[in-house]
Structure formats: C-alpha cells, structure tokens
C-alpha cells in the first residue's frame, strides 16, 4: 500500500520547521507576519515522532518470527543506522566548521559535545552540534527501544506503549537533572506511541467516509488555528490530541479516500530528511545579505526555493547513493 499522503505530510512538516527558523525574515515593525504565521512552526517535529511509529509499525507488522529473533533485530538495528547516521554525519561535520571552530570540537567541551551528538546522546547544553540533532535524539532511542521490543515477538507493542507510558509518568513525578533521563521520561515519546497505535488500528479496522471526513476537519482545521496561535496548546495533552488528530487525518485520505496527492509535494516527503537537516545551511549563506522593508518576502520565498534545491541535491547524491551502497555491503 502507497502511503504518498504521510509522505506529503512529512515535506509539509519539514517545511514548517523551515519557516520556523526563517519566520525572522518577515517579521516587520508592527506586523510580524513571520510570527503570525509560523510562530508554532516547530509543530512539526512531534509530526514527524507520530510518523515514525506508525512506519515502524506499518513495516514490521508481517515480519517473519519464524527466523532468528536476534538476527531481525540486527537487520532493523542496520536499517534504521543506514537511514539516519550519513547524513547526520556529513552535516553534524559541516556544522563544525562556521567561525574557525573545527578545533574546539578535539577537546574539553567541545569534544563532549561532539561524542555525544555522534552517540545521538543529549548534553548538557540540550542541543548537539547541529543543533536539529536534539530531534534524532528522541528518534534514535524510539528505535532502540521498538528494536528491543522484537524479543517480545508478537506482545512487541504492549512493550513499546506500556514502557513509554510508565516512562512518561516517572518524569512527571520526578525531576532528573541527567540529560539522558530527561529525554528518556519526556512525553514526546508518546507521539511515537501513537503512531503505532494508529497502524495497528487501521490494520484491523476500517473507517468509514463519513467518520473519516468529519474527523479530517477537525483535525487538519484544529491544527492550522494552533499554528496561527489562535488555539493555545500550553496543555501537553490538548498538544498531543490535536497533532494525533492532524496525522490521522492524512491517514484517512491514503486508507479511505485513497487519493493519489501531487507529485511536488510527495517528492518534499522524499526529501524531507535533508530538508529538515540542511536548511540552518542556507540561513548561514544568505543571512550575510542585508535585505530590507517588504523585499525580505520574496528574499524568504527565495530561501525557501533554495533549501528546496539544497536538499534535492542531498538526497540524490548523498541519501539515495549512500543508502544503496551501505544495504549492499552491509547487507540490509
């Protein structure tokens, strides 16, 4: 089954977190339209957390336990690191040199900030040294925990969910000062949760048109009135409903309505790994020219345009090549 409605959402997603980060460039003297619009863009990333569960459990749900338990967690384990880590690398490298401090990076601070954002561990500081990384954090330890949870076979999820619920609860009862356990005990873990909920769902369910419209209005309609910040989510539970509500949605048109979506937009699903990674790339370049007055809205568009072109680029010579190559030699 294509799944090119989540794809789009997915290039949706990593385009808000674009705007997010370049909402400065159009924000004026008494009419920050930046803000206005793109103030809750960072929305995007728990987006993707919802994404990621439901993939992991779309694409493991007919995995053969027939074979070597160990084995299958291996070939996940490998798969997942294939998918993440070359890129992450690259660009973790590429952020190491801006203002002469590669260097830093080989001792002291530095190198502890560089040995945990390789180890995709947190520091300290709360952000690697590219700073996007915090995310893939959070990502990285959903893997371990869903490749973990393949000893438990075919009661794998009761694992995941019953671990991340009791693991959110700790960290409401209790303040850790590691930044390792603050990660672990965040609920954003939970946005992984739901995504495996939602697979396993529709797997066994189905939606009916009529159910499935009324919820795509609440959902996609919520959602825009939260990035407009006309709805406050200061809430962590109305925050998880409403963007639950908002991925459904896009489930429901892949499932039920089955619609085809454009070829643009699906192509920024592709894309939207070296999307999300690379644009900080393009703010660097470009924030040495001083644009001013309204011209700075075509000068976003412009970045926009051109961290679209950045990552295309990526993706093909870097994603697609490295991934390809890596399956074959380590046999993935």
């Known amino acids: 089954m294509k799944l090119n409605n989540i794809q789009i959402l997915r290039g949706i997603s990593a385009l808000l977190v674009c ?9 004026f003297p008494g009419s920050a339209i930046g803000d206005i619009l793109f103030k809750k863009g960072s929305i995007g990333v728990p987006v993707f957390f919802i994404i990621s569960g439901f993939i992991m459990a779309f694409t493991t749900q007919k995995i053969n336990f027939s074979t070597n338990s160990f084995q299958q967690i291996t070939l996940f384990y490998k798969r997942r690191v294939i998918r993440i880590v070359p890129l992450y690398y690259l660009l973790t490298l590429a952020a190491m040199i801006p203002g002469g ?49 393949l ?4 009661k794998r999820y009761y694992f995941i969910v019953v671990f991340f619920i009791l693991t959110t609860i700790l960290g409401y009862s209790i303040h850790f000062d590691s930044p390792y356990l603050k990660m672990v005990t965040n609920s954003l873990n939970l946005y992984f949760v739901v995504g495996i909920i939602f697979a396993l769902l529709l797997n066994k369910h189905t ?22 910040s006309i709805i406050p989510i200061g809430n962590d539970w109305v925050k998880l409903a409403i963007i639950s509500t908002f991925v459904f949605s896009f489930l429901t048109f892949d499932y039920v309505f089955h619609f085809e979506g454009n070829k643009f937009l699906i192509f920024l699903g592709d894309i939207s790994y070296s999307l999300y990674l690379s644009h900080p790339f393009v703010e660097i370049v470009l924030k040495r020219f001083k644009i001013e007055g309204y011209l700075n809205i075509p000068f976003f568009l412009l970045k926009i345009v051109l961290v679209i072109i950045v990552a295309s680029l990526l993706y093909y010579f870097i ?4 991934t390809h190559y890596l399956k074959i030699k380590l046999k993935a």
Do not use: Q
């Open 19 to 27: 705007c997010f980060h370049f909402r400065d460039t159009i924000n």
């Open 101 to 149: 401090s590669f260097l830093l990076y080989f001792y002291g601070d530095g190198l502890y900030e560089l040995t945990h954002s390789l180890l995709f561990l947190p520091t300290r500081k709360g952000f690697p040294v590219l700073f996007l990384g915090w995310s893939l954090n959070f990502e990285m330890f959903f893997y371990l925990i869903f490749g973990l949870s």
């Open 151 to 154: 000893f438990f076979k075919e």
């Open 207 to 228: 939606v009916s048109k009529k159910w499935a419209a009324i919820v795509s209005v609440i959902g996609i309609t919520s959602f825009i009135l939260v990035l407009l």
């Open 319 to 322: 994603e697609k090549r490295v």
